[in-house]
């Protein structure tokens, strides 16, 4: 199963969004959970106009866009879009991902 940690301020603005683990719903290379994970990890971390101002890891099974300082910054949508991507993939695919909001 594919953990998602998302850590929220005290203003519900988004600071981190940690993915762990395998979806495991097929066999490897056809895993279409995890392909879709990945790609809503990847794409969003692209889309980061000033990656700069994150921590960005992205390995197999195991993911991280954090924030270097708190507070609203200029890429706060695109951090909202992956969250509500990855709630979305959680709302059809529940026995594969589990997605926790702190």
Known sequence: MVKVVIEKD????INSIKVNGHACSN???K???CAAISAIMVGGANALKNKSDFEIILNK??????KKKTGKCEDD?????????????EESYSKFIKVQIK
């Open 27 to 29: 066999e490897e290379g």
């Open 61 to 66: 099974g195991n993911a991280l866009i954090k």
């Open 31 to 33: 895993d279409l959970v």
């Open 77 to 89: 949508k695109v951090m909202l879009t992956i969250v509500t991507q990855l709630l979305t993939i």
């Open 10 to 13: 005290e203003q519900e603005i």
